[in-house]
């Protein structure tokens, strides 16, 4: 070292010492996850029709006080969410068009205050279908979610798979690029009060909210400490993920106590966005991509993870891989690199089953109809909440690339495989 960098080092040692100590410091924080997002607050209510738009404002004045609370407490809130009772229930005694016109004027009013809308399912039992040609006229004509049940305690609705199957093929024909088939999920066993559309639903009084996450870019800062070993994985997220999950419910409880809403429980399943990745974080743990060997234990281990969590939980608790909504999954599905049999099988150790499945457009309802059949099957054999949200395009073959659009920025769009 020179006489001159000696005198310059012991002239500005206290501001190296402060520079290194910052640097350290800057390091440090590099090993802290960043925090999840909060994904959706969902109030759940039972509207009349008469009285609904005072009931929407008084629901939108405790999640807008939620929303507040929580980013208050260091978490960003992305969307707050209302989900009705079952739409059947409340358009009984009206005709088609007064009923359509009901859900413009609820739509219109989503729009204008900024939350999203869900109706619930069209058919909670196999024999009643009367509501499912109205179900995908409301799906054509607004932004509402809504789904069917197509398993649960009594069994596989095989009735409610056909319905299923017709609608998305209706929606195809019938919306701009089929994107509306994106408001639309065939649910089985997705419990009360799941915080995530399009399955969300209740059918009780209402006056209850919960909260879902989003938490890609999460798992993956926590699988960067783990070194691919699984139990450190397994060990890491799930404490972790338990810190934010005390957070959260303190919060939320409060809510409770100031707003007189109950609260129902927290759906820590990570779900992606296109900065947020998923499927980044699986291929942080495996060292290789997606849908090669190691995804289904990376599955079974945030899943595990997300279910060992010391708070009341809601919803699915597991993990959703959407391949339209996250662009590590939308890059190996184009590639070819999983396909939907990868998918159900990774749904026999997660969750949320078939997420946003793009399908070429000559898809026919009876391809559907297996699709969903096994979704249900599955779904029946672990009574465990799986749904199939399926996507087809609209005059697109295998090999062609998809031109969706969502209305949602970054939402990728993936070359199209061919069917089994």
């Given at each position: ?87 059947p229930q409340y358009t009984r005694g009206i005709t088609k068009a007064e009923a359509l016109e009901f859900f413009k004027k609820l739509d219109d009013l989503s729009k204008k205050e900024s939350f ?207 391949p339209l909504e996250d662009p590590v999954l939308a890059q190996g599905w184009s590639e070819r690199n999983y396909n939907i049999d990868s998918l159900v099988a990774y749904s026999a150790v997660c969750g949320a089953g078939l997420d946003t499945i793009p399908l070429p457009g000559d898809v026919s309802q009876q391809q559907l109809e297996r699709i969903i ?48």
């Amino acid at each position: 070292m020179t006489k001159r960098l000696i005198k310059f080092v012991a002239f500005r040692g206290p501001f190296i010492l402060i520079l290194l100590v910052g640097c350290a410091a800057t390091l440090l924080a590099s090993d802290v996850p960043r925090k999840p997002k909060v994904r959706a607050i969902t109030a759940f209510i039972s509207i009349d029709r008469s009285t609904y738009a005072g009931q929407i404002q008084d629901t939108l004045a405790m999640l807008r006080k939620a929303k507040s609370a929580f980013e208050k407490g260091g978490y960003e809130v992305q969307t707050i969410r209302i989900t009705t009772q079952p739409f059947p229930q409340y358009t009984r005694g009206i005709t088609k068009a007064e009923a359509l016109e009901f859900f413009k004027k609820l739509d219109d009013l989503s729009k204008k205050e900024s939350f999203l809308a869900n109706v619930g399912p069209a058919m909670l039992n196999d024999q009643d279908d009367s509501a499912v040609d109205l179900l995908a006229d409301i799906l054509v004509t607004t932004d509402i979610n809504t789904s069917l049940v197509i398993a649960a305690d009594d069994g596989i609705h095989w009735n409610a798979i056909r319905a299923a199957a017709k609608t998305i093929k209706y929606v195809e024909d019938h919306s701009a690029n089929g994107a509306r088939n994106f408001d639309f999920a065939a649910a089985a066993f997705v419990p009360p009060y799941t915080p995530f559309f399009p399955a969300s639903n209740h059918n009780g009084h209402g006056h209850q909210f919960s909260v879902g996450l989003e938490a890609g870019a999460f798992v993956a800062d926590v699988f960067t400490g783990s070194h691919g070993d699984p139990r450190m994985a397994r060990e890491l997220l799930s404490r972790k993920l338990a810190e934010n999950a005390r957070s959260l419910e303190a919060i939320a409880l409060q809510v409770e106590k100031d707003s007189g809403w109950s609260y129902m429980g927290l759906d820590a399943t990570p779900a992606p966005g296109p900065d947020s990745s998923i499927g980044a974080a699986i291929q942080q743990f495996t060292g290789t991509k997606f849908g090669f060997s190691g995804t289904l234990t990376a599955a079974a281990i945030i899943t595990d993870a997300v279910r060992s969590i010391p708070v009341k939980r809601v919803g699915y608790s597991g993990l959703m891989l959407p391949p339209l909504e996250d662009p590590v999954l939308a890059q190996g599905w184009s590639e070819r690199n999983y396909n939907i049999d990868s998918l159900v099988a990774y749904s026999a150790v997660c969750g949320a089953g078939l997420d946003t499945i793009p399908l070429p457009g000559d898809v026919s309802q009876q391809q559907l109809e297996r699709i969903i059949g096994d979704v249900a099957s599955l779904a029946l054999k672990w009574h465990k909440p799986l749904a199939a949200r399926l996507i087809p395009a609209p005059r697109k073959k295998a090999g062609e690339r998809t031109d969706f659009n969502f209305g949602i920025p970054g939402f990728p769009n993936v070359i199209l495989q061919p069917l089994l």
